[in-house]
């Protein structure tokens, strides 16, 4: 028992010392809306967002990671005529849930105003359904692309922040899946 208290209290002191050089509040979560649109139709005016969640840790005070969720949904609907001339309507539907994984640059400065860039993966799966005169369908598919990333956070104080973040996805050659190349969010960022 005194063996296994020993390694417990040495490995405490080692990761204590590890992590001494990371900066203060070296973890953030944030969430974020992207993607904001609008419509009007016969049922009036709407609007819609995308929304998502974002982990962040900072290694130092320059160099962070981070791993983002983002919920899209996209309805759309078509009328084509059949040879007969008979309108035919189908529904469209994506579900898609785009991870994100980026390793950023921050640069240091002494305003409130934290710019950064840095790059990463996307890992996309997206679920397709719908529904025609011959019936539904659905079928997923999946793909990872690498993307480029950057953005600045004003900071209201040291623990929150509002965010301002773009990224571009390199070489997009899922052309099944909605998801568009570049993407731009706003949202709440809180460290602790």
């Known amino acids: 028992m ?4 020993l390694v417990a209290a040495s490995l405490s ?3 204590v010392s590890a992590f001494a050089q990371q900066p203060t509040r070296s973890n953030a979560v944030s969430v974020f ?3 904001i ?3 009007r139709s016969s049922n009036g005016t709407s609007f819609y967002a995308d929304f998502g969640v974002a982990l962040d840790h900072m290694f130092s ?11 899209e949904r996209s309805n759309s609907s078509f009328t084509t005529f059949s040879p007969s001339g008979v309108p035919t309507t189908i529904f469209h539907s994506d579900r898609l849930y785009p991870v994100d994984a980026t390793v950023s640059y921050h640069f240091l400065t002494d305003s409130r105003w934290k710019p950064y860039i840095g790059g990463g993966v996307r890992y996309v799966s997206g679920t397709v359904s719908g529904s025609g005169p011959l019936g539904g369908y659905r ?3 999946r793909s990872t692309d690498p ?3 950057g953005g600045i956070t004003f900071q209201f104080n040291p623990r929150l922040g509002l965010r301002f973040d773009a990224k571009q996805v390199v070489n997009n050659d899922h052309s099944i ?3 568009a190349n570049f993407k731009a969010s706003v949202g709440l960022s809180l460290r602790f």
């Not at 005194?2 to 208290?5: D, E, G, N, Q, S």
């Not at 005070?61 to 919920?71: D, K, L, N």
């Open 2 to 5: 005194r063996k296994a208290l």
């Open 13 to 15: 002191f080692f990761a």
């Open 33 to 35: 809306v992207s993607d």
């Open 37 to 39: 649109g609008g419509g």
């Open 61 to 71: 005070h320059h160099v962070s990671a981070e791993v983002s969720v983002t919920s």
């Open 139 to 141: 079928f997923t598919r």
């Open 147 to 149: 993307e480029v990333s």
């Open 177 to 179: 899946i909605t998801d």
